[in-house]
């Protein structure tokens, strides 16, 4: 069955990068068939659509974000991971990987709150 | 790129059906047949019910159903039980290999 497991530090200070892993497991991140990506949630409010990544590498992001932020993949630990530069109070939010198939975000993971302050 | 646009609320009566909409672009919804929607309880992560416009996936329930015309999707949840108070997104591949989601629906069940 698969699994996602987000992980990575609850608190970032403004202006510094946020990283975040997403650990998959029951899948093969080099399936052919999905892409693997990343959404988030401000608290209280509608989700946001970050980037998306095949295994080979292929990349693909929200306009709104692009600029600052990098999807990346590592096939022999079978995880993908999330890169977001000069994070802000206005980055804070929960934050959730997921597995797309079909054009549709078909798994989630449990989520993991990052809040941005000094 | 906007959100799409959803009812801030909906709410229905048990075992009656109510209908979310979504409406979006030409660049997305209009030209896509690739939306989707998602279930989320609180504090829990969203749960897609409903995938290419009308598709369910296995194990949820044939009450969800999906339709689109024009720039507009919607979703109908008929039999309405308690189960189903949650918030409800849309989501829709747009062009340049992007996707949008909608603003949410908080549905209540009275």
């Known amino acids: 069955q698969l699994q996602l497991q987000e992980s990575g530090p609850g608190l970032v200070k403004p202006s510094e990068t946020l990283s975040l892993t997403c650990a998959v497991s029951?899948?093969?991140?080099?399936?052919?068939?999905?892409?693997w990506g990343w959404v988030r949630q401000p608290p209280g409010k509608g989700l946001e659509w970050i980037a998306n990544?095949?295994?080979?590498?292929?990349?693909y992001y929200n306009p709104s974000l692009k600029s600052r932020v990098t999807i990346s993949v590592d096939t022999s630990k079978n995880q993908f991971f999330l890169r977001l530069n000069s994070v802000s109070a206005a980055d804070t939010a929960v934050y959730y990987c997921?597995?797309?198939?079909?054009?549709?975000?078909?798994?989630w993971g449990q989520g993991t709150l990052v809040t941005v302050s000094s | 790129q906007s959100a799409l646009t959803q009812p801030a609320s909906v709410s229905g009566s048990p075992g009656q059906s109510i209908t979310i909409s979504c409406t979006g672009t030409s660049s997305d919804i209009g030209t896509y047949n690739l939306v989707s929607w998602y279930q989320q309880h609180p504090g829990k992560a969203p749960r897609v019910v409903i995938y290419?416009?009308?598709k369910r996936p296995s194990g949820v329930s044939s009450r969800f159903s999906g339709s689109k015309s024009g720039n507009t999707a919607s979703l109908t949840i008929s039999g309405l039980q308690a189960e189903d108070e949650a918030d409800y997104f849309c989501?829709?591949?747009?062009?340049?290999?992007?996707?949008?989601f909608g603003s949410g629906t908080k549905v209540t069940v009275l």
């Open positions: 997921a597995r797309v198939q079909l054009l549709c975000f078909e798994s």
């Open positions: 290419e416009i009308t």
């Open positions: 989501c829709s591949y747009a062009t340049g290999d992007t996707y949008v």
């Open positions: 990544i095949f295994y080979s590498g292929d990349t």
């Open positions: 029951g899948d093969s991140i080099s399936s052919t068939s999905s892409y």
